[in-house]
């Protein structure tokens, strides 16, 4: 392998390059943009564009194209050539300042949620300076992001670049209250682990369910899954490795700081982990990855597996957001300091948190909701559907001592005083660790483990950053106004955990004890995205987002439609994909194959009078009477989804889908799967589950 410090980033128009390449002064105009959102004016755009075109021309790139994150939740590019045409029909190769800011693709054909009428096509696409750009097959990629002509958002970063300046803005003012004259911004930070399957491709290419839906929706479970726990952490395969080790390189030439793998729980199961970054640019590379990682996988023969549950009886995917907030100085705010105003002002971020996702488990809940991800909440391999949090022991007991005035210390029986105290050392050991939880502290950083595989981490953090921003805000007009700074802050922090301290569960989250317990704590279970997703437009929320200015009740319920629309399309395609493979696939092959049990039987008794056919009658006895039974399911769940309904709105219709086709699928599956247990492997028309998962 070549040197990886000189292939880090080789991709990647990046901090290093723009100050080899650029002008000082464009330099310095641009890195001011960078830093403090300051607009670039169009002479600065053009020699930053015009330098940007050289240097991917030299790195084989032909085209440019704006790359962003529209609400279909993948990417999005549409890529124009640097050709210009000069005399004597010939070319240069040509790219402008206003080419690199501004773009204007036809958005009449990305998810709006009835923000934009169709006559008014129009959007555009902004550079994003914060995130580098890079080349990719020959393209220039440049990080913008996608509005409708009236300026809203119809993507996942606008949001999420407007919630990081809110969080900034609010944590700023708590940090001068604390005497903090060095930083000059807050940055959120994010690190996302990624889960994945990897599969044969060939193996996957014989499966309609995985080609149409992205999970199997039929399949018997096999003799071995996940029992022996033998996969986790495991010796990885030599197929596995080889794909795992491109894949590092690929990633490591776009600068993304990939830095950890291994084998999962659930057989063919891998997690990649990224070094964490500003939550901006962790978004946009979280998006790469997912893309690069299908992509290698096609050269090594096998399939990337994104969905959040791929195969039923086993685990699923996720994705785990780890989260803090630092300043630009590298102040880390979530890091316990050794010094009492330190530890004062850690514990204020702790109690602005703590009320955030107390009052907010609502937006946390729909920041990961989807039909996919509705199949692992609660599912005992995920964190439930109630969204709570882990503290660990040692903090908790700081908090019920600053609550109630008791011994924090068990050996030294002192009590917390706000502003005058040192923190113990927190444990970061895995000892310490719940992996039950949704949201746990880890030491200096939470992780949010709700996210499903698939998704764009922008959404979980718009929510994050902005609740969080909400908290800080109510904090800081109260101890702006107060006379005697360590007094209110006390009573702030104090107040907080009494009234926020029912959102703190140390204990096992996959437990039925903890489903009733947050029931009596007063806590939301929302278990399906139809149930979560209503929340999303309560007047609470539209006037929180308004006020942070990070969408417009307009955006809003462009989002909620949006999010159930693609709720009910994905389970719509699901039941079509079913009945197609039933009435195809699966109902023939019962068919053939209890023709040929029949021919046996008649063959024998032609031979043979008096001999038993006893198995033959047995098993065509069985499987007929499944067979006519898939076949009525199937029909039935036809008929729910062929025509399509008209519904008084889309929540309407996607309690239909989750209430109605949904189970329907799933009485479905429970007879096909009985079937393919009794069928002859020969006569089965798919992969087994056993094929599938140790087939690499
Ligand atoms: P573990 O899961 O064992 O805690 P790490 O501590 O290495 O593993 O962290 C897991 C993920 O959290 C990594 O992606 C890491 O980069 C990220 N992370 C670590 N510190 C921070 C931070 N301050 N902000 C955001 N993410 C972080
Ligand atoms: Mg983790």
Known sequence: MSNIPEMFGSMVFNDTVMKERLPKDTYKALRKTREQGKPLDSQVANVVANTMKDWAVEKGATHFTHWFQPMTGITAEKHDSFIYPVENGKVIMEFSGKELIKGEPDASSFPSGGLRATFEARGYTAWDPTSNAFI????????????SYGGEALDKKTPLLRSMDAIDKQAMRILKLFGNTEAHRVITTV??????????????????????????LFGAKPPKGQELEDHYFGVIKPRVSAYMKELDEELWKLGIFAKT?????????????????????????????????????????????????????????GKHNNWSVSTDTGVNLLEPGDSPRENAQFLLFLSAIIKAVDEHQDL???????????????????????????????????????????????????????????????????????????????????EFRMLGSTVSIACANIMLNTIIADAL??????????????????????????????????????????????????????????????????????????????????????????QLENY?????IEALTMVDMVKKDI??????????????????????????????????????????????????????????????????????????????????????????????????????????????
């Open 261 to 317: 793998k291994h084998n999962e729980v659930a057989p063919s199961q891998h997690e990649l982990a990224p070094i964490f970054t500003t939550s901006n640019v962790a978004s946009d590379q979280n998006q790469l990855t997912m893309e690069i990682m299908k992509k290698v996988a096609t050269k090594h023969g096998l399939t990337c597996l994104l969905h959040e549950k791929p195969f039923a009886g086993i685990n699923g995917s």
């Open 568 to 572: 009910c399309k994905q389970i719509h």
């Open 364 to 446: 946390l809940r729909i920041s990961v909701a989807s039909a996919g991800n509705d199949h692992r909440l609660g599912a005992n391999e995920a964190p439930p559907a109630i969204v709570s949090m882990f503290i660990g022991d040692e903090l908790s007991s700081v908090l019920k001592s600053i609550e109630d005035g008791s011994s924090y210390k068990q050996q030294d029986k002192v009590s917390m005083t706000i502003g005058s105290d040192v923190l113990p050392a927190f444990p970061k050991d895995s000892t310490d660790r719940n992996r039950t939880s949704p949201f746990a502290f880890t030491g200096n950083k939470f």
């Open 587 to 696: 109902i023939p092959a019962a068919c053939s194959y209890m023709k040929d049990i029949s021919k046996e039987a008649i063959n024998k008794k032609q031979l043979c009078a008096d001999i038993s056919c006893e198995l033959e009658e047995s098993l065509l006895k069985k499987l007929s009477n499944l067979s006519a039974d898939l076949y009525k399911k199937t029909l039935v769940l036809e008929d729910s989804v062929v025509p399509e309904k008209e519904f008084k709105d889309v929540l309407e219709q996607a309690k239909f889908y989750r209430n109605t086709v949904f189970v329907q699928m799933e009485e479905t599956r429970v007879v096909a799967d009985e079937i393919e247990s009794l069928v002859g492997e020969k006569y089965w028309p798919y992969p087994t589950y056993g094929d599938l998962l140790f087939s690499v």
């Open 473 to 562: 805000c109510t904090f800081a007009d109260e101890l702006e106004k107060a006379d005697d700074f360590n007094a209110k802050l006390a009573e702030v922090i104090k107040n907080t955990i009494k009234d926020h301290s029912r959102i703190i569960f140390n204990g096992n989250n996959y437990s039925d004890e903890w489903v009733k317990e947050a029931e009596k704590r007063g806590l939301l279970n929302l278990r399906s995205t139809a149930d979560a997703l209503p929340y999303y437009i309560s007047d609470a929320n539209i006037a929180l987002f308004e006020k942070y200015s990070v969408l417009t009740k307009t955006e809003v319920y462009s989002r909620y439609e949006i």
């Open 136 to 147: 990719k097959d020959g393209s220039l990629c440049i990080p913008t992001a996608f509005c």
């Open 191 to 216: 690190g996302p682990e990624q889960e994945y399957f990897l599969i044969d491709k060939a193996m996957y290419e014989k499966r309609k369910d995985l080609i149409y839906t992205g999970r199997t």
